[in-house]
């Protein structure tokens, strides 16, 4: 069964610390990896991509990695803000027989404290 | 802002009844998702058309359908409302229907059944 799963469930730090995130999935075959931000009540928003050649990428105080072979990645989030809690959401595409669907993970909680 | 337009914002309906949620994808996208997102849930696959023809079917309720219009926009109809169907229902819309497309999302319809 295709599944995406996170980890932590939610998560609380202090405004100016680091933080990862991390999403693990079983989703055959693979086609790539994203990283959205969701606000409470918005739509979800594209932090970054990966193919399943790629194993990092970073988008400002973004950073994703990807480890194809173990099936997991992290997202790092460096200086956090305040304006970085939200809900963030890993999202797995799959192709040939799962015709390009998106698998979305429950995604992990953030509150960033000042 | 992501391209997408979804209308209205928000609704207010009564057990048994049946609403249209409409979607606007980004100038050019063909294909067209709908998500169902409920209180503290992740977003769950219910269908995906492209160009007009349907592409994939998730966990849609029979009571619901949608279809894609020959100007790409997209209406996802839920009739016989229940209690248990009032969520945020998001659209998204990509280029292609399949491989390393990116999806974006609009702001969503919040559905509130009394």
């Known amino acids: 069964k295709n599944q995406v799963e996170q980890s932590p469930q939610s998560l609380i730090i202090l405004e100016g610390k680091n933080c990862t995130l991390q999403?693990?999935?079983?989703?055959?075959?693979?086609?790539?990896l994203r990283w959205y931000k969701q606000d409470t009540g918005r739509g979800p928003v594209s932090l970054t991509i990966?193919?399943?050649?790629?194993n990092t990428k970073s988008n400002g105080r973004y950073t994703a990695t990807l480890d194809a072979d173990t099936k997991q990645s992290s997202l790092h989030i460096t200086a956090s803000q305040l304006s970085d809690s939200a809900s963030y959401i890993c999202?797995?595409?799959?192709?040939?027989?799962?015709?390009?669907?998106?698998?979305f993970g429950r995604g992990t909680q953030l509150t960033v404290w000042p | 802002d992501s391209g997408v337009t979804q209308t209205p914002k928000h609704l207010i309906t009564a057990t048994g009844q049946r609403v249209t949620l409409r979607c606007s994808p980004r100038?050019?996208?063909?294909?067209v998702y709908w998500y169902q997102q409920s209180l503290d849930q992740g977003l769950q696959f219910l269908i995906q058309?492209?160009?007009?023809?349907?592409?994939a079917k998730g966990n849609i309720l029979e009571r619901f359908s949608a279809q894609q219009f020959p100007d790409l926009h997209s209406e996802l109809n839920l009739s016989s409302l229940e209690l248990g169907d009032s969520a945020l229902y998001f659209c998204?819309?990509?280029?292609?229907?399949?491989?390393?497309?990116?999806?974006?999302f609009g702001q969503g319809t919040r559905l509130t059944v009394v």
């Open positions: 999403c693990n999935y079983t989703v055959s075959p693979f086609s790539n």
């Open positions: 998204a819309s990509s280029p292609r229907d399949r491989g390393n497309t990116e999806a974006f």
């Open positions: 100038s050019g996208d063909l294909s």
């Open positions: 999202v797995v595409s799959g192709r040939g027989s799962t015709l390009g669907r998106l698998y």
């Open positions: 990966m193919t399943f050649s790629e």
């Open positions: 058309y492209y160009n007009g023809e349907e592409r």
